[in-house]
C-alpha cells in the first residue's frame, strides 16, 4: 500500500494540475471570507470562520473530484492498470494506497486555511473572542466530508477511462449526497419522513457537527459512507475481465 501511495503523491506533485485546484480552492474560500459582500468577516461583524464552512463543500465539489479523477482512470487509459495489477499487491492495497494519497492532497489543501483562523483569532474584540471548539469540530466535519467525497471519486475513477467522465460523475455523486438527499427530503412526498430521510444526506451530519459538538454518530454516518464507496471500487475492480 505505501508503495502505491508513494506513486500517487509523487504522481501528484509533478502535476500543474494539484497544485492549480488546490490554489484555486484556497483562493475561493478567501474571497469569500475577506473580500465578496455579505459574506466577508469584515462586514459581517462577528468573530467567526461560518464562510469557509459554509463554502468549503461548496469548493470541495470541484477540488475532490479534480484530484481524484487520474487515480485508476488515466491508469486505464494507460494500459498500466494491467500491469498494476499484476504486481504482488492487493485489490485493496491498490485502492487505500490511492485513496490515502488523495485524502493527503485534501487535508493539505485545507492548512493554509488556518491562516485564516489566526487572523479572525486576532480580530476579535476582545482578542481570541472566537469560538474555538466550532471551528475545531468543523474543522474535523470538512475532514471527513473530504474523505466521503475522496472515497467517491475513486469509485468514479474506477468505474471509466476518461478522466471528464471520472469528474462528472463524481461531482454529481458528491452533490447528490450533500445537498440533494436533503432536497429531496424536504418535498411533500414522505408523509411525515422528511426528518427521517434528512438524515441520511451528509449536510445534516456535518451541520451537527459545525455546532462544536463531536457525536459519534456523525463519526460513525461518515466512515461508513466512505467504506462503502471503497467497498464498491474493490468489487469494481473485482469484476474486471481483461
Known sequence: MFSIYRKEITG????????????????????FMWVFPDSNVMDYGFADMESLFTFGPVAYLLLIPAITMRTFAEEKKDGTIELLMTK??????????????????VAVALIPTLIYYFS???LGNPVGNIDSAAVFSSYIGLL????????IGILSSS??????FSFIISLIVCYFFYDGISRLASLDLWEGSNSFLSQFSLTYHYAALSKGVIDSRNLIYFISITLLMLVSTNLVLGSRKW
Do not use: C, E, R
Open 12 to 31: 501528484f506533485l509533478n502535476s500543474l494540475i494539484a497544485y492549480l485546484v488546490m490554489i484555486v480552492f484556497i483562493t475561493f474560500i478567501g474571497l
Open 88 to 105: 504482488p499487491l492487493t485489490d485493496w492495497q491498490i485502492i487505500l494506497g490511492k485513496y490515502f494519497a488523495s485524502f493527503t492532497l
Open 120 to 122: 479572525v483569532y486576532s
Open 144 to 151: 471527513l466530508l473530504g474523505g466521503v467525497y475522496t472515497s
Open 159 to 164: 468505474i471509466t477511462n476518461n478522466q471528464i
